[in-house]
Structures are given as structure tokens and as C-alpha cells.
């Protein structure tokens, strides 16, 4: 089943052209070049917000002869969109930028099994479903940084010092309402248990140098402005202000520092970006091809110096700027672990006053 363009947006096809507009759902520009109804597709809704990543539907168009069909918009309403869809829905791949999410749509049983030699060989079993409901592709590290004019660095040491009196009123963070902040938090659950974790986020909340707000590139520029000494963050956003051309960029850039938290112990905090084939998919198989895709060589590259995250499949290089914020000991954990630690994770934050 081949669905046209026009079909596949339904109602909001009229709407494409200012569907920027409109917000967060929008079908990517390159792709329209492609025309309608031609040849063989697989339709991709995506939650991850990163222009860069034309290059792999362009990529996997160039390598297979399939056309990538993109659908952007939040996570949540791209599983509500799926589940309105029902078995009408056009979804053939579910892409998002948090295990907790992709938790969330394995519980709607939105995603199908996928066998795949290439995909069990090529991620990492703590970064699949065990039953290859979905696969992680990329990695991110959730670190420390740190205004190097406050801060040496061997004051830092982990996620769970970061309570201690001496940072009152100097820890930048996101909003608990962010998936980032819940996936860290499910984590630290995971390890130190629930009631602990509880106590940590009191804790944090007591030493937040301001209510929660704007995304990490915010908790950054904050960090680098003295709003706050140390910010919680993905490395990627602090690779992104490094290329910038911006003179203002680069100059936060340079005010900051990178610490990876927890080395001594179970390593620094690993979320993922990652995928699954929809259980109603029309283009199953195409979709399948995809995900493969994704895990070449070629496409892991592109995500590594694109939108500058770690790759998932061992023996890809990072980016050089990346590598320049030294190697380090990821955590292991499993995220099928964060993700179903999720709900556990937004209940303590409540409870935690954790805006
Ligand atoms: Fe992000």
C-alpha cells in the first residue's frame, strides 16, 4: 500500500504549507521534491527536532530507492495521532528522542516485533527491546557543565553530590514535564531505588538556582551568563554552540566546561534516540529496511557529525568535537529500564516540587 502524499496528510494536507505555522507538525521541504505516489515509501513519524536528519531520508532514498515520508510533531501527539489512526494509520515507523517514550508507546502495543540480524548485531542489547519492539540509534550523555569561572571541576563528582549544600543555589535544569529530566531521574530510581531518588530530587530542587524553564541549550547559556554554576545538559546542544558561527555562541561555549558525572561508579547517564516499526505499518518490510539503514555505517556517521550525538554501533567515530569532551564511562542500564521506570519518575518529581 503506497500512500500519496495528499493521503498521508489527510486533512491537514491544505494546511502543509503553513504547517510550520500551525506548529509542531510539518512534513519536511526535501521531501516534497520527490513528488506523490511514486515508487515505494516508508512514512516516518518523528519526534526528534533536528534539520540535520534530511540527510538520512536522503541517505536511505539514495541506498534502497525509498522514499522517506516524514511527519514531525511531539512524541505524545504522534502516539495519540497513531492511536486515532488505528488500523488506517499510515504510521509505518515511530521515532523518538527518549527511551521513556518509546516505553510509553510499547505500552499502547504500537510497535510490531522485528527480527533483524542487522539490528541485534549491530545495537547494543541494553539499548533494544528484548523483544525488538524498538531499537535505540543514537546515544546521548546527560552531563554536568559547568562555569569554569565558579567551579573546578574536582568539586564535581556525581548526579547525586549535586544535592550537597555547597551548590545551593547554583544547579540549572529543565523542567520535570521534559523527558530528558524523567529518563535521568527513572535512572537514578533504577540505581539508588525510589525512596532515595525522592530525597535526591528534594534535595536538587533545594539548590536549583531558578524554577525550571527553556530547553538545554537555555540551561547552558544560563550556566555560561552566572545565572547558575553547573547545568545538566546533552552534549550534543554544547557541540552545536562550538560550530556555531555565532560570535555570542561561541562565547558561551567557551565559559563552559564538561564534567561526566558518576565515572568512579555506575557511569554517566545514557538516554537514547530510538525507533520501532508500527504494528499497523503498511510498508512493514520497507519500514524494517529503514531501521537497518539507520544502523549502517553510513547513516551512524551522519548522526554522529550531523546533530553531534554517540553512535550506537561500536567502531563509528564521533565527531571531533565531541571526542574533545574526552571519553568516559557510560551507564549501562538497560532503557527498557528508564522507560518503564517513567511514571515512578514523574510521580517523585511531583512530589519533589520539581516544576
Ligand atoms: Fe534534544
Redo the contacts with the bound molecule.
Keep these: 500500500m503506497t500512500l500519496g502524499r495528499r493521503t498521508f496528510l489527510g486533512a491537514g494536507a491544505a494546511a502543509a504549507a503553513t504547517a510550520v505555522a500551525l506548529g509542531q507538525l510539518r512534513q519536511r521541504p526535501a521531501n516534497a521534491q520527490f513528488g506523490f505516489g511514486r515508487g515505494p515509501v516508508v512514512n516516518l513519524y518523528s519526534s526528534r527536532?533536528?534539520d540535520t536528519d534530511d540527510q538520512l531520508y536522503d541517505g536511505f532514498r539514495e541506498a534502497t530507492g525509498i522514499r522517506v515520508n516524514v511527519v514531525e510533531a511531539e512524541a505524545d501527539q504522534l502516539i495519540e495521532r497513531i492511536k486515532s489512526e488505528g488500523q488506517n494509520s499510515p504510521a509505518d515507523v515511530l521515532m523518538t528522542?527518549d527511551a521513556g517514550r518509546l516505553w510509553r508507546a510499547q505500552q499502547e502495543g504500537m510497535f510490531q516485533a522485528v527480527s533483524s540480524a542487522v539490528l541485534n548485531g549491530a545495537v547494543p542489547e541494553n539499548l533494544r527491546d528484548p523483544d525488538g519492539l524498538w531499537f535505540g540509534l543514537t546515544k546521548?550523555a546527560r552531563v554536568l557543565m559547568y562555569n569554569k569561572a565558579a567551579v573546578n571541576p574536582t568539586e564535581l563528582s556525581t548526579y547525586e553530590a549535586l544535592v550537597d549544600p555547597q551548590w545551593r543555589g547554583r544547579i540549572l535544569t529543565r523542567s520535570s514535564t521534559n523527558v530528558?529530566t524523567q529518563s535521568l531521574v527513572g535512572a537514578m530510581i533504577a540505581t539508588d531505588g525510589a525512596a532515595n531518588t525522592e530525597e535526591w530530587a528534594k534535595g536538587l530542587v533545594a539548590n536549583f538556582a531558578r524554577a525550571p524553564e527553556g530547553?538545554?541549550i537555555d540551561q547552558i547559556k544560563a550556566a555560561a551568563a552566572g545565572q547558575g554554576d553547573v547545568a545538566i545538559a546533552?552534549t550534543?546542544?554544547l557541540a552545536r554552540l562550538i560550530k556555531s558561527d555565532k560570535p555570542e555562541d561561541q562565547a558561551v561555549a567557551a565559559a563552559i566546561g564538561v564534567f561526566f558525572p558518576n565515572q568512579s561508579d555506575r557511569g554517566t547517564h545514557i538516554n537514547i534516540s530510538g525507533a520501532g516499526v508500527v504494528s499497523t505499518a503498511p510498508n512493514a518490510a520497507a519500514a524494517t529496511e529503514f531501521l537497518e539503514y539507520l544502523v549502517s555505517p553510513e547513516a551512524q556517521r551522519i548522526f554522529a557529525n550531523s546533530n553531534n550525538e554517540y553512535p550506537v554501533v561500536e567502531g563509528v567515530a564521533v565527531d571531533s568535537v565531541v571526542a574533545s569532551f574526552g571519553e568516559f564511562k557510560a551507564d549501562s542500564l538497560s532503557a527498557a529500564v528508564i522507560g518503564r521506570n517513567n511514571p515512578e519518575a514523574l510521580r517523585i518529581t511531583d512530589r519533589a516540587g520539581w516544576k
Design positions: 527536532h533536528y528522542v546521548r530528558y530547553g538545554d546533552n550534543y546542544y
